[in-house]
């Protein structure tokens, strides 16, 4: 037996702001809300334990110092990565830069709060 990951937690200075962003940006809806201010996001059908892990965005005062030891990899499903590039820079995101080359495959992007996040070329079928 294994485990999966069910959940991932991102602290946030604004949950509210960074819930809708991220629901944004993978089409997940609000699945609930705790009375310290965290907000579960996840897949509309699936919700919580289904194939995607749901994201908990927890209030926290502390501001965040150094680069993030985790970060969230993202592969479009129903465009080309040029595409997924713009719309995600609509949604707020914008351009990182952790040390790359710019020969990368990839995109280093953050979310609203600094959190960098990537953009991977290939194009994954949608669950």
């Given amino acids: 037996m294994a485990s999966r990951i069910s959940e991932l937690v991102l602290d946030a200075a604004d949950p509210e702001s960074l819930a809708t962003f991220w629901s944004n940006v993978l089409g997940y809806v609000e699945l609930g809300r705790e009375d310290d201010g965290s907000i579960e996001i996840g897949p509309p059908a699936t919700g919580f334990g289904g194939p995607q892990p749901t994201l908990i965005l927890s209030p926290s005062a ?4 150094g680069k993030l030891r985790l970060h969230i990899d993202l592969n479009a499903t129903d ?6 590039l713009a719309r995600l820079l609509a949604l707020g995101a914008v351009p990182a830069d952790v040390g790359q080359s710019g020969t990368e495959s990839w995109h280093v992007l953050a979310d609203p709060e600094g959190n960098e996040f990537c953009l991977l070329r290939t194009r994954l079928q949608p669950l």
């Avoid at 502390?62 to 110092?65: G, H, I």
């Avoid at 465009?79 to 997924?84: P, V």
């Fill in 79 to 84: 465009r080309d990565q040029d595409a997924e």
């Fill in 62 to 65: 502390e501001p965040r110092t």
